[in-house]
């Protein structure tokens, strides 16, 4: 079962704020008035009052924040190493696509589109109550290929430089008896490293190409051979984007110590 945050909180925010302002519109004005009239000693709130009060403004700023501005997400999964870990505690900038009511997700401003090589999160397409991250790998109209482990974009294979190999930690330690190997791609001009398993056996969709239809994203993992993405799942709608990652502010994995203070506050790119 998976619990729509956006969703309980907008209604505790409508609530509180419902009940503090019949309140103050209506019960709060005659308990005023028994006051005067010497009917009352004092005026005694009630507590579902004097909670909503109290808490509908903050509820208020915080429906605000992460609908207009920043949500913090949790990496789950290593389907972004090495970009992104699990354990990793993100900001995503939920205002970098354009400005969508909470809970009806639709589009209030535009602002701009996702780009070519940047970390987003989406609703996954086949259950839209999960948030998935993924690269920007095509937009609207790109021819995607993928063959031996190299992308081609509009026909033109995308550049790859090999790092050595992978060694991760922790959470994100390699599976033993495997070989990992570290790659620097140069996508959109813009740098960034994935892993692949040289050994791996390559998946039947490892050969196809797909064109990206118009309000559609083509999307893939860093982690290339252990990533559900666009090979799998297809095309991320437009509508189903939630916002660009932008950086890590927490790192967690008692594996290593808890805390790796060393990956806070990273840019993610």
């Known amino acids: 079962m998976h619990l729509d945050f956006a969703l309980i909180l907008t209604v505790l925010t409508l609530a509180s704020g419902l009940i503090w302002l019949v309140d103050r519109l209506f019960f709060a004005r005659r308990r005023r008035e028994r006051l005067a009239q010497g009917k009352a000693d004092r005026d005694i ?5 004097e909670y909503a009060r109290s808490f509908f403004p903050v509820l208020l700023l ?7 501005l920043f949500e913090p997400f949790k990496i789950p999964s ?16 939920k205002y970098a ?32 109550r999960i948030n998935y991250i993924k690269r920007v790998i095509g937009e609207p109209g790109d021819q995607v290929s993928y063959r031996n ?13 090999s790092l050595g190999r992978w060694v991760g930690e922790g959470l994100n330690r390699n599976v033993p008896g495997t070989r990992p190997e570290l790659l620097q791609e140069l996508l959109a001009d813009d740098p960034h490293e994935i892993v692949i398993y040289p050994e791996s ?33 297809g095309f991320v709608p437009e509508e189903n984007l939630v916002g660009r990652a932008v950086m890590i502010w927490m790192h967690w994995d008692c594996g290593r110590g808890c805390v790796d203070w060393r990956r806070i506050g990273d840019r993610i790119n």
């Open 62 to 68: 915080v429906l605000l924040f992460r609908s207009f």
């Open 149 to 161: 482990k190299v992308l081609y974009i509009n026909g033109e294979p995308i550049e790859q430089e």
């Open 97 to 128: 696509y354009g400005l969508r009511l909470p809970v009806l997700n639709s589009k209030m401003l535009e602002v701009s589109d996702p780009k070519r090589g940047e970390v987003i999160v989406f609703r996954y397409p086949e259950d839209p």
């Open 78 to 93: 290593g389907s972004m190493i090495p970009t992104l870990w699990i354990g990793d505690f993100i900001l995503v900038n």
């Open 201 to 233: 056996v390559e998946r039947g969709l490892n050969r196809q190409s797909w064109e990206v239809p118009e309000g559609h994203y083509f999307v893939l993992g860093d982690n290339r051979d252990q990533s559900l993405d666009s090979r799998s799942f």
């Open 45 to 49: 709130e009630p507590k579902v009052v």
